[in-house]
């Protein structure tokens, strides 16, 4: 043992160890949780699919929510706080946001230890809270308290067990499921933001607000009664582990989400203002948000499907490059068919962006035993980009200078946002690029191993 120590091993070497430990330990775990609860059926069966229900419902109130709030981003820079920077306003968007993967590393040790319960009942109340809370909120700093601090806490609670859940009950179309799950964010993202524009136009702010709290909270509570911890996820329960770092693979991967996460809710977060700025009236950009997440919904199965196939690397890394050719083509996009065809363009192609970072991250992970940590040390680097990157797209939006091929207010407006749109491109860019670093890494050029 301490001769094969002391040799270096090749690229292809570590791959097959790789592949070999993976195996080897994946299949003892799974006939250990088989033992100890053979009530739960791998790949399929009432409680699998009951999970995916619950898991969906998380999704469609965390993600979703998150998905939607540029129509509270402008409704604040438009009504409730006009003499507030829009990059300021932002900063309740990206607070929420980071907090949702933030708490992730929490949220892991929690659910490792058995927790399932209590982290649903506190993540359900803590939005809930958030939401009412917003509803009466009339200065900008409670906002930042309610809808920034305490949803995003719930919201990180819940979302990380919406991901974590389903690599124990799938996984020959673990990919998949994590695709049809993920939907739901792309139907919150479509149908909140018109209730809320019907809402907005017929009882006002105050109880369109506290309207989709109670329509979250329905969805959640039926999350709580059909969840269910597996049973391997009992067994162990790491806060964070630094070794886990050594794995240079690994590393790149959360490094690369932190710049995707960076880059992707630039869009979703300043749509709605860019439009108005182009002088297209409140009530239609209403729309092309829900257009947006509608796109993302077409775009999770196919993203999902060939990530069974050939990995999730393999499918997020034209994904992220083919994102970033559209943030810097955004800059040119004046009309409005032009923001229609482009903002659902960007939706569909990043379609795979928010369900296939976690499963990826499982198929990073030799041993299941480290996978919840692993995600949850993931998403806590993920946040540091989910914090930075609108409010610092948005500062640039007033800073940029330069010329364009249009006359008069279309393009001023285009000059104006061209640094939101080039920072975000820059961003997803190098994703890309980190992801094909890792990929390598792992798995040489040897296609057919799936990561």
Sequence with gaps: MSQLEASEPTLSEKNSEYSLRKSIINTTSDSTSDTEDASIQQDGGMTAWLQVLGCWLLFMNTWGLTNSFSIFETYYAETKFPHVNPSTISWVGSLQLFLTLFVGVFAGWF????????????????MFIGMFATSFCNFY????????????LGSGTLAFTSASIIPFYFTKRRMLV????????????????????????????????????????TGLLISIAVLKPHAQSKKHARFFAMQYLRDIPYTL????YAFMVMSTYVPYFYIQKYALELGIDSQTTFVIVSVMNAATFFGRFPYNYLADM??????????????????FLWRFVHTLPGLFGISATFCFVTGG????PAVTIANLTVDKAEYRTRMGMGYTVAAIGALVGSPVAGALRQGAKGVVAFEGNAGEVMVRWQGTWFVAAVAMMVATALMVWARLLRGGLNLTLKI
């Design 253 to 256: 991967f959360i490094l690369a």
């Design 141 to 152: 700093w409670q906002v930042l308290l309610a809808q920034g601090i305490c949803v995003g």
């Design 353 to 356: 962006l928010v369900s296939l």
């Design 111 to 126: 659910l490792d230890a058995g927790h399932l319960r209590i982290a649903l009942l506190t993540g359900t109340t803590l």
């Design 178 to 217: 994590a695709g049809i799950v993920s939907t739901g964010s792309s139907v919150a993202g479509t149908i909140y933001p018109l209730l809320l524009r019907e809402l907005f136009k017929k009882v006002g702010f105050g109880w369109a607000v506290r309207v989709l709290a109670f329509v979250m909270l």
């Design 310 to 327: 050939y990995g999730g690397i393999a499918v997020l890394v034209p994904c992220c490059f083919f994102t970033s050719i559209i943030l």
